[in-house]
């Protein structure tokens, strides 16, 4: 079974600077997704990155960035130049890439706060 | 084209009566999964199904709950005699047929039951 870890239930920053959200997972899997949603008061949850496990290169969105790290089994999310628009619940998610049967573990969450 | 369309969005039920959500998936996708929110808390999976056939049902409670995607319709969550526990939201996403998981899933604005 996969579990995914989100170690800071809550962060905060202020406005225009950079915060950096961890996350690591467990899983025998070699072949995966990792997932970054955000969840605003709307409750609306809203894919913001992905990332495939079997490219080195860390995926980049605009002001939203990670830092893969296979080995170690982590998955950080960096916000850049914070907006008062990112304050929201951050979750961490993994699927793996099998013939069926995929679905997605979500970690428990991270509350960012942005501060003007 | 549009997302998942779930309702209702509020949801108010007394104790032991019965709660249905429904959830339309994107046109297209044929994967539904459901997800329960507690307060505070992440994304926990309770269902995965397709088109008339449960997929995986591991993360449902074995009583009182029940799920269909039947061949015409919307995808139900029924839950009888609730009670105060059930109070949560209640997520459905929608993903295209396997092999296309690095698009994530879409996910609906969830309907939150109140169990009073």
């Known amino acids: 079974a996969q579990t995914v870890t989100q170690s800071q239930p809550e962060m905060s920053v202020q406005e225009a600077e950079t915060v950096t959200l961890s996350c690591t997972y467990d899983?025998?899997?070699?072949?995966?997704?990792l997932f970054w949603y955000k969840q605003p008061p709307s409750r609306q949850m809203i894919l913001v990155i992905r990332q495939e496990a079997y490219k080195q290169q860390n995926a980049t969105e605009n002001r939203f960035s990670v830092n893969f790290q296979k080995a170690a089994k982590s998955f950080s999310l960096k916000i850049s130049d914070s907006q008062l628009g990112d304050t929201a619940m951050y979750f961490c998610?993994?699927?793996?890439?099998?013939?069926?049967?995929?679905?997605?573990?979500f970690g428990g969450g991270t509350r960012v706060l942005v501060k003007p | 084209n549009a997302g998942v369309m779930q309702n209702p969005r509020h949801l108010v039920r007394r104790r032991g009566q019965e709660a249905r959500l429904r959830c339309s998936p994107v046109?297209?996708?044929?994967?539904v999964y459901w997800y329960r929110q507690l307060p505070e808390e992440g994304l926990k999976f309770m269902v995965y199904?397709?088109?008339?056939?449960?997929?995986?049902e591991s993360g449902m409670p074995k009583e009182r709950f029940s799920a269909e995607f039947p061949k015409e319709g919307p995808s139900i969550l029924r839950i009888q005699q609730v009670v105060r526990g059930d109070s949560a939201a209640y997520f459905c996403?929608?993903?295209?047929?396997?092999?296309?998981?690095?698009?994530?899933?879409?996910f609906g604005s969830g309907t939150r039951l109140t169990v009073v």
């Open positions: 199904l397709q088109k008339e056939n449960i997929i995986d």
């Open positions: 998610a993994f699927i793996p890439i099998k013939a069926a049967g995929n679905k997605l573990t």
């Open positions: 046109k297209g996708h044929s994967h």
């Open positions: 899983t025998s899997e070699s072949n995966y997704y």
């Open positions: 996403a929608s993903s295209p047929p396997v092999g296309q998981e690095n698009y994530g899933y879409t």
